[in-house]
């Protein structure tokens, strides 16, 4: 005779069945691969998308869309900006099979979404037949592996905000390269001025200095990735920092658009901001600043690297459960490229700088009576756009690497160097990958 | 009948006894099972193949390599030892005070002294960093006037600025649970005390505080699990103050590890460590009480 299975076995038969599944269901993230599958034809009745994006009053651009395109109505969802929040709610949407259509996500996060197989592959819905609306650089930005996983919303050119009169005063011009920067710091020091400050805990800031200076960290290959943050490029820009920290050129004290920095701009006691073009809108905010700033191009590093750099940036991409991949990228298009899109979405939601060069928004052009009546947009940024390092390449672990740089940058504080910080970095950073299941190596210098 | 009998208490209890499973029992398998599983990528983002496999204790290499995550064990640590006898003092005399034949209005202040624990972690700690921010913090400001310069969020002040919270928070909570107890001290035990001669300071030392002994060792324990399990008053706190970092506390860690970095299974070792080292704690203090009440 066979043993009865007791209820209490049972139960815990069933508990482990239930165990495994639902490891199972936990252990593999993005195993489903969206770029594998069928391409879905364009749908033929009426489809609803949704959008979910932290800019505010976004809804207000998609009803001029709704109101043209009957079939495709576009509904726009709020979500707290970037790691706030938002990309874990995107994240979570997407390991339980769900989410909206469309995303905003910025461009250095890109590669994270990737990462877990919840972006769809727009060249296999025609992306690349717009390509050449958009900024080349962004556009390599949002592509990997001969694919496109976004369409570029806005971006950020970086040029050099000043206050005139603190120039003035010692007899200086804007600097055209970063040693004349430093000498003109060192003149508003004997001024009791800073010229400006050095975030050791934002070190996307000293990304985009490096990526000026010609540094390209991560780049790919067929056998997966390889780093380099050790080259010149990036050794120019911390040697230079290291330098102008010891000799109290920057304040480390306080970060860009913090209360004490707003506190410092509006009491002269900081000269300047190499920032990127949206900082109009938060210098407009430093009080009794109208009339008193103006913006020049950024310095450069000699005659190496670029002309500018860029800061932040994001696309809308189209996220992996979408039924409407087709329409999502039609309507993504639209509110990129078109005429009515970025003026609307310049004017509604305060978006970054266009990117399509072609366009910069009617409100960005001529001249601006809070920047002394500079026109701005058009002398610094829309050239600035043509100057930036096309080659550089987000990797998957960004925020990652900027945890473990502002760490190993916080040490600066009791005696450490940059130079030191990145290299040290560096390593933890190939770890952090190795970890992921990635494979990296160390780029090799020719 | 008796049959009938033998389920019912089943019947009643498989709506708990299901969501328990579900929400509680499950997940903590889950994470355990999670724990021990890696995953392998083959190309830039695995799209030429994504292997997870069994990793035996790698995660948990991982976890204890990381001088981070160890540090903040390390901090909290060091913040339950001070805050924890800090708080039960406090709440020990407040309580005490209050259920003493002399107080004044004691349900006027029991329940003003109860009130931060209906306030949630992170609204509290919004409110103290109006006074813990320089330029909004009155406190700041007035130190500055006669020549001391405060700084609450700096890197050697700012867990106590978190301690500060912690305890106006949960003092009143445990207060609550020690009056409870000091509640069901039976009126003979005072007045045979009185009977003896013996003053307020014998009756609290040699009557009340041996009685309420069980109701210490409970809310100690509570505090102890709790310190370990900091979360939302450093994750709001550091938008104020550049001295919290990603990992700050073992919480913060975890979050960090899982939910910015999507290393859930990491994530998921370092759960289960903290949830050792808050069991560890727990067990070792129990046992240091009950030696001594040998």
């Given at each position: 005779m066979t043993a009865p299975v007791s209820r209490r076995q049972l139960l815990g038969y069933g508990l482990g069945a239930a165990v495994m599944a639902s490891i199972a269901g936990c252990a593999s993230p993005g195993s489903t691969a969206v770029n594998a599958a069928p391409t879905i034809p364009p749908a033929g009745g009426k489809v609803t998308l949704t959008y979910w994006s932290w800019l505010k009053n976004l809804q207000k651009v998609a009803d001029i869309w709704n109101a043209k395109n009957p079939n495709v109505q576009v509904e726009t969802v709020w979500i707290p900006a970037s790691n706030d929040g938002g990309y874990q709610k995107l994240f979570s949407a997407l390991a339980a099979h769900s989410g909206p259509d469309l995303a905003q996500i910025e461009m250095r996060k890109l590669p994270a979404f990737i990462l877990v197989n919840g972006l769809v592959d727009l060249s296999r819905y025609g992306a690349d037949d717009h390509a050449g609306r958009y900024d080349p650089t962004l556009w390599n930005q949002v592509s990997y592996n001969g694919g496109v996983f976004g369409i570029p919303q806005d971006s950020g050119p970086v040029g050099f905000f000043y206050q005139d009169e603190l120039l003035e005063q010692v007899g200086a011009e804007p600097p055209e390269?970063?040693?004349?920067?430093?000498?003109?710091?060192?003149?508003?020091?004997?001024?009791k001025a800073y010229l400006d400050c050095f975030p050791l805990s934002d070190p996307s800031i000293f990304t985009a200095y490096a990526t000026q200076s010609g540094a390209t960290w991560l780049k790919t290959h067929d056998d997966g990735w390889s780093?380099?943050?050790?080259?010149?490029?990036?050794?120019?820009?911390?040697?230079?920092?290291?330098?102008?920290?010891?000799?109290?050129?920057?304040?480390?004290?306080?970060?860009p658009f913090s209360p004490a920095w707003f506190s410092a701009a509006a009491n002269g006691k900081l000269a300047s901001i190499t920032s990127a073009s949206w900082a109009d809108a938060l210098?407009?905010?430093?009080?009794?600043?109208?009339?008193?700033?103006?913006?020049?191009?950024?310095?450069?590093?000699?005659?190496?690297?670029?002309?500018?750099?860029?800061?932040?940036?994001?696309?809308?991409?189209?996220?992996a459960n979408s039924q409407h991949p087709h329409e999502a990228l039609q309507f993504a298009t639209w509110m990129t490229t078109s005429q009515e899109g970025i003026n609307t979405l310049i004017e509604h939601c305060g978006i970054g700088w266009s990117p399509c060069p072609d366009i910069i928004g009617e409100s960005r052009k001529g001249p601006s009576e809070f920047f002394s009546g500079q026109s701005y947009n058009e002398?610094?940024?829309?050239?600035?756009?043509?100057?930036?390092?096309?080659?550089?390449?987000?990797?998957?672990?960004?925020?990652?690497?900027?945890?473990?740089?502002?760490?190993?940058?916080?040490?600066?504080?009791?005696?450490?160097?940059?130079?030191?910080?990145?290299?040290?970095?560096?390593?933890?950073?190939?770890?952090?990958?190795?970890?992921?299941?990635?494979?990296?190596?160390?780029?090799?210098?020719? | 009948m008796t049959k009938h009998l033998k389920y019912t208490p089943w019947v009643l209890m498989a709506p708990f006894l299901a969501l328990f499973l579900l929400t509680f029992i499950l997940p903590i398998l889950a994470a355990v099972g999670s724990s021990f599983t890696k995953v392998r990528?083959?190309?830039?983002?695995?799209?030429?193949?994504?292997?997870?496999?069994?990793?035996?204790?790698?995660?948990?290499?991982?976890?204890?390599?990381?001088g981070g995550f160890i540090a903040s064990i390390g901090r909290m640590v060091l913040f339950g030892l001070v805050q924890v006898p800090v708080m039960m003092l406090l709440a020990t005399v407040l309580a005490i005070?209050?259920?003493?034949?002399?107080?004044?209005?004691?349900?006027?202040?029991?329940?003003?002294?109860?009130?931060?624990?209906?306030?949630?972690?992170?609204?509290?700690?919004?409110?103290?960093?109006?006074?813990y921010v320089p330029g909004l913090s009155p406190i700041i400001d007035a130190a500055a006037v006669v020549g001391i310069e405060l700084n609450f969020l700096g890197p050697s002040t700012v867990l106590w600025s978190i301690a500060n919270i912690v305890t106006w928070t949960y003092t009143g909570y445990n207060m609550m649970i020690i009056i409870?107890?000091?509640?069901?001290?039976?009126?003979?035990?005072?007045?045979?005390?009185?009977?003896?001669?013996?003053?307020?300071?014998?009756?609290?030392?040699?009557?009340?505080?041996?009685?309420?002994?069980?109701?210490?060792?409970l809310t100690t324990v509570f505090?102890?699990?709790?310190?370990?399990?900091?979360?939302?008053?450093?994750?709001?706190?550091?938008?104020?103050?550049?001295?919290?970092?990603?990992?700050?506390?073992?919480?913060?860690?975890?979050?960090?590890?899982?939910?910015?970095?999507?290393?859930?299974?990491?994530?998921?070792?370092?759960?289960?460590?903290?949830?050792?080292?808050?069991?560890?704690?727990?067990?070792?203090?129990?046992?240091?009480?009950?030696?001594?009440?040998?």
């Open positions: 390269t970063w040693d004349d920067w430093a000498a003109l710091a060192g003149e508003l020091r004997r001024a780093i380099d943050m050790t080259g010149d490029a990036t050794m120019r820009v911390a040697r230079f920092f290291d330098n102008a920290i010891k000799k109290d050129l920057v304040t480390t004290a306080y970060e210098i407009k905010g430093v009080s009794g600043a109208k009339g008193k700033w103006r913006v020049a191009d950024m310095p450069r590093w000699g005659n190496a690297g670029y002309g500018s750099t860029y800061m932040g940036g994001s696309t809308a991409a189209v996220l002398e610094v940024f829309a050239p600035a756009v043509k100057q930036q390092n096309p080659d550089w390449t987000w990797g998957p672990l960004t925020q990652q690497t900027f945890n473990i740089l502002s760490d190993q940058f916080r040490k600066q504080a009791s005696g450490g160097t940059l130079v030191d910080a990145v290299a040290r970095a560096e390593g933890e950073i190939m770890t952090a990958f190795r970890q992921k299941g990635l494979s990296i190596r160390k780029a090799d210098h020719s | 990528r083959e190309g830039l983002f695995g799209e030429e193949g994504i292997v997870s496999e069994f990793a035996w204790f790698e995660n948990y290499a991982q976890a204890l390599a990381d005070l209050l259920e003493s034949a002399s107080a004044r209005w004691p349900g006027f202040f029991r329940a003003a002294y109860f009130l931060p624990y209906g306030i949630p972690g992170v609204i509290a700690t919004i409110l103290w960093s109006f006074l409870a107890q000091l509640k069901s001290i039976p009126g003979e035990l005072y007045e045979a005390a009185r009977v003896d001669g013996a003053s307020g300071w014998q009756v609290a030392w040699k009557i009340q505080l041996p009685l309420i002994r069980p109701a210490l060792v505090s102890i699990i709790g310190t370990m399990q900091l979360f939302a008053e450093p994750q709001v706190l550091s938008t104020s103050s550049t001295a919290i970092d990603s990992q700050y506390t073992p919480n913060l860690s975890a979050y960090t590890t899982a939910f910015a970095y999507n290393a859930y299974n990491a994530a998921a070792a370092q759960a289960v460590l903290i949830a050792l080292a808050a069991f560890i704690l727990s067990f070792a203090f129990l046992r240091l009480t009950n030696r001594k009440s040998v």
